[in-house]
């Protein structure tokens, strides 16, 4: 089974942490640049990475309020997988957050340094949410070299 | 060639960079929680991770002031790979890190799962270097939950 799993620690309700990422106010202070609309069930959603001028379209496949967030992207360059966000409480002021992408293609020759970039991305991903929402730091992102 | 590269810009001068590394008053605040002496070629050196209940002893293998760090670690589990870090001055007030990490085993079975974690642990490392470096944050380091 071709997956990656991220888990953080980070002090702040899970409703913070789930805003954080659903609401296209909040998510070019630690991740995407913009994001076409909220978060909801169903929707096709555009991210744009002003930076590495990139976009990508999201397909939010299940939201579960202040819980859950599956997603799929990628399909349009035949590498899909899907994402899917768990927000644990842990004392009403603490999350854990764990992400898991899933459906890599094993027989892909670049499989394994594909795995590495998506996990880098995850890591940096939830270190600049974990420095956002802790410290208000929005300065973070967009400082990984590729 | 199984070795793994992560490349960082941080808003600092290299001196900064490579002092934050070396200095084993520095380095609690980012990454280790401690390092038993300043790095220098040819030492030995002990770093704790109180968080994970850890400690390893790296080789300092070479040092070029506020450019370059190469260190050997891991040797006692057999796993033994070379971390070399890179500083470039990209105009007197900030840098590039660069850093490889080499020598993994092609032939373990859990290289892919060894190579993920390592991948992790240097975006990791680096979101909290710049953190701490560009804005003084020192609370970022050991929240990633394995």
Chains 1, 2 share one sequence.
Not at 2 to 15: G, L, N, R, S, V
Not at 70 to 83: D, I, K, L, M
Not at 116 to 129: D, E, I, R, T
């Amino acid at each position: 089974m071709m997956e990656i799993t991220t888990k953080f620690k980070i002090d702040q309700p899970t409703k913070e942490v789930f805003d954080a990422i659903v609401n296209p106010n909040k998510i070019g202070n630690f991740w995407f640049s913009s994001s076409s609309e909220r978060w909801e069930q169903g929707k096709m959603v555009t991210l744009r990475y002003d930076e590495y001028e990139a976009k990508g379209v999201i397909t939010v496949l299940e939201i579960q309020e202040n819980k859950k967030i599956v997603f799929s992207w990628g399909a349009e360059s035949g590498e899909g997988t899907v994402v899917t966000i768990t927000l644990e409480d842990l004392d009403h002021t603490s999350t854990k957050i764990e992400v898991i992408e899933s459906g890599f293609k094993e027989d892909d020759p670049e499989i394994v340094n594909i795995m590495l970039g998506q996990k880098g991305g995850w890591v940096y991903m939830l270190s600049c949410l974990k420095a956002y929402l802790e410290q208000g730091i929005t300065t973070l992102r967009a400082s990984l070299i590729h």
